[in-house]
């Protein structure tokens, strides 16, 4: 689990929180950040392109392998069976696509 806030709020009011779970930084509108202590993710830009979505988008970058994480964890429909691998010759979109119509499946295959 991670909590998502913009960096002041980290500096400044949520130190003991940030111990009990990942760090999900907001901090647009610069290179780099400058914050400190340790994040997973890092938003650098909300107002994003994306082909096919109309409008602005979030921009992050993941510095953790959570894919892997949740699949560890038997997360978000992830079972001990599942032999599913991230291939990084494939389009990390597709392989998320992919995933999720697996998930659709499992569901519709229990009602």
Not at 6 to 30: Q, R, W
Not at 46 to 54: L, S, V
Not at 81 to 89: I, K, Y
């Amino acid at each position: 689990m991670s909590v998502y806030s913009f960096k002041s709020a980290f500096e400044s009011n949520i130190s003991d929180i940030k111990e009990k779970y990942d760090t999900f930084l907001s901090h647009v509108g610069v290179e780099q950040t400058d914050y400190s202590d340790n994040y997973g993710l890092w938003q650098y830009s909300w107002t994003g392109r994306i082909n096919g979505i109309f409008g602005d988008v979030d921009l992050d970058y993941s510095y953790k392998d959570y894919p892997t994480i949740i699949k560890n964890a038997r997360l978000n429909g992830f079972s001990k069976s599942d032999t599913q691998v991230l291939n990084p010759e494939k389009d990390t979109l597709e392989q998320i696509l992919t995933h999720v119509a697996n998930i659709n499946e499992k569901l519709n295959s229990d009602c």
